[in-house]
């Protein structure tokens, strides 16, 4: 166990909220979104988890940077409010939200991931978290049905990714001379949104994305972070697939931030490329091709319509009277739908 008060490598690296409020601004006077770039990076990615995360959670292929979580969660929420991730893998946004004082509810597909997000949360709040967090069994492209309608309408906030296949994950281990490749896949169950083709990803994810409609509150906020990859050689524009998905599902974008995967050293970057990405970078230069390393992951922030209506949404609190956050339970569960 960990000291609470000690701390952590991961706050230097999440930025106080505007005097305006954790709130986005509004666009500019010609309406493109505003920009910003969060300095997620400031540590590695294992400095960022070490003592806050179990040790069995490295063996997931695509965990989210937990600053990136914290600083979506920082800006756009307050104490209280309660904070979704309909693919929670190892569970980053639901920790992160708890130890911010924030609820949280997860949804994840594979077993294993659920079971340890939830184990997550418990070692969280053994070590001072102050939040609440759920984490249900299911897929994601069910959400709606999955959640229990009394939350519907009650997130503040959605962060989430999607999920990349098995090219561009994993982790490696040298054996024989050789590199031997492991902990690339979620699971092999065909089933798994992440085995399916472009097309079919990109359907999945407009399927999630009209269910986080569905969870956010009137006006709340959701934050999807994406990188563009390279599949059998071309590039595919995942950030602008995920905003073409949006429209069709309610929600609207408003920002379009920059998330460091790289330090800050004064004004340089310091690289932090897995095997993968140095790998695949080096030869496709000895084709004479100019790639370069991926030194950030896209921010796309957008907004739940300020008209939505659900059956579960609160009535306004009283001035002077602090809204009351949507009952979680208070011991961390992993339940199948």
């Not at 690296?13 to 300095?39: C, E, F, I, N, Q």
């Not at 069995?56 to 307050?78: D, G």
């Not at 990859?229 to 995942?238: C, N």
């Not at 609207?252 to 897995?274: D, F, M, N, Q, W």
Request: proline residues 10%; hydrophobic residues 40%; positive net charge.
């Amino acid at each position: 166990m960990t000291d609470s008060s000690a701390p952590h490598p991961l706050r230097p690296a999440t930025p106080r909220p505007s005097k305006a409020g954790p709130y986005p601004a509004p666009a500019d006077s010609h309406g493109d979104p505003p920009l910003s770039v969060w300095p997620t990076a400031q540590h590695d990615a294992r400095t960022q988890r070490r003592g806050r995360y179990l040790p069995a959670a490295t063996a997931h292929p695509a965990k989210m940077l937990p600053a990136i979580a914290a600083t979506a969660i920082t800006r756009y929420t307050k104490p209280g409010d309660l904070v979704a991730d309909p693919m929670c893998g190892i569970g980053t946004t639901l920790i992160e939200a708890i130890h911010l004082g924030r609820n949280g509810l997860g949804v994840e597909y594979e077993p294993r991931w659920a079971h340890l997000a939830a184990a997550g949360i418990t070692h969280a709040r053994r070590n001072g978290a102050t939040g609440t967090a759920e984490v249900i069994r299911g897929d994601a492209r069910q959400l709606t049905r999955l959640v229990p309608a009394r939350l519907h309408g009650q997130a503040a906030l959605v962060v989430t990714s999607p999920p990349y296949g098995a090219s561009v994950h994993g982790q490696v281990r040298a054996d024989h001379g050789g590199v031997v490749k492991f902990d690339n896949r979620y699971s092999r169950d065909p089933a798994n949104l992440a085995h399916h083709g472009l097309d079919r990803l990109l359907d999945g994810i407009t399927q999630i994305l009209a269910g986080c409609a569905t969870l956010l509150r009137p006006g709340g906020i959701a934050v999807i972070t994406a990188r563009p990859w390279r599949h059998h050689g071309e590039l595919v524009d995942l950030p602008s697939a995920v905003i073409a998905a949006a429209g069709p599902a309610g929600l609207t974008p408003i920002e379009r931030c920059v998330a460091l995967l790289a330090g800050l050293k004064g004004a340089s970057l310091v690289a932090r490329p897995s095997f993968f990405q140095l790998d695949n970078t080096r030869k496709a230069r000895a084709r004479g091709e100019p790639w370069h390393l991926i030194a950030h992951e896209d921010v796309l922030v957008f907004r739940a319509s300020q008209n939505a209506v659900s059956s579960a949404r609160p009535k306004e609190p009283q001035p002077g009277h602090r809204r009351q956050p949507p009952e979680i339970p208070a011991v961390p569960q992993t339940r199948a739908a």
